[in-house]
């Protein structure tokens, strides 16, 4: 997301340039428009809700069978006996990005997201403190298969507005989406659009399908079982306008209990550059809402 931020400079720069009762004045009004876009956001992902494809309750004799070995001993440590699948999560997040594309920019923002399991979707809603009183308002969302980024100052000023289906937008966001199950982690339970393959005694491949959308990343687990990293090999990173296809990893930490599962509360996102890893996205989960399948 660095090159919209960029781009909005010289649109910050005059923004603030017109006093802080005015600044004041659009945030307000922005706040407004946003929540609004973001419940319709919210309404359109309940609206591509599906019903349930597998089992109502993680049973491991039926569940377990045939899986890889790391990916059993995950299940059962995230999992208790007859734990109810996840239909929906909303939770609070925290934390600070870095918006730079070549010199580091870490900002603090908040953010809430409201995830949809059965027919994969979520919507990110976030508040990025660009500058002091100047908040770029941010969406980033897969919604009924298409994928969309859209930041704007104060939610007024568009920076870029970005939507596809079945291309690299929706790819990315589905991976995001896979990346995030450790936060939901009846969704890694195996299915007819959900499959895992072994890699050895600590990894595993997962694949995702949705509609036409398939994705694929490794995930790793630790001494404790629990997922540990999240690698997918080409994510489309945004370089110059252009997207190009960029390893993608991650790391989830600081598990506790919420709703009888193990979660991650900590994590960074970062690419993997020829020169080394560069870390983007740090947070923790200030809260988490859970609704099940009945």
């Not at 399908?209 to 090999?233: C, L, P, Q, S």
Request: net charge positive; hydrophobic share 45%.
């Amino acid at each position: 997301m660095d090159r919209w931020l960029v781009g909005g400079l010289g649109v910050l720069a005059v923004l603030v340039a017109v006093g802080v009762a005015a600044v004041a004045g659009l945030s307000r009004i922005g706040a407004t428009r946003w929540a609004e876009a973001t419940a319709a956001l919210h309404q359109q992902l309940d609206a591509a809700h599906v019903a349930p494809a597998a089992g109502r309750q993680f049973n491991a004799a039926r569940d377990l069978d045939g899986l890889p070995p790391p990916v059993q001993r995950y299940l059962r440590a995230a999992l208790t006996e007859g734990q109810r699948r996840v239909r929906s999560v909303d939770m609070a997040q925290v934390g600070t990005m870095d918006l730079g594309e070549r010199t580091p920019r870490w900002k603090p923002f908040r953010a809430t997201e409201r995830f949809a399991i059965d027919r994969p979707g979520f919507v990110w809603d976030a508040a990025i403190a660009v500058f002091p009183g100047v908040p770029v308002r941010v969406h980033d969302a897969y919604v009924a298969g298409e994928g969309r980024l859209h930041p704007a100052v104060f939610g007024l000023f568009t920076l870029t507005d970005q939507r596809d289906t079945g291309g690299a937008l929706a790819q990315g966001e589905l991976l995001r989406f896979l990346a995030e199950a450790p936060w939901y982690p009846t969704l890694l339970l195996p299915g007819p659009n959900l499959r895992w393959e072994p890699v050895d005694d600590r990894a595993a491949r997962v694949t995702l399908r949705d509609g036409a959308t398939v994705v694929t990343m490794t995930f790793r687990f630790g001494d404790d079982a629990m997922v540990e990293t999240m690698r997918a090999e080409a994510r489309g990173r945004m370089v110059d306008g252009h997207s190009v296809p960029t390893v993608w990893e991650g790391r989830w930490s600081d598990y506790g209990v919420r709703d009888g599962m193990r979660v991650p509360l900590a994590g960074e996102v970062a690419w993997r550059l020829p020169e080394g890893l560069k870390p983007y996205w740090r947070g923790r989960v200030t809260r988490l809402t859970y609704t099940f399948v009945d």
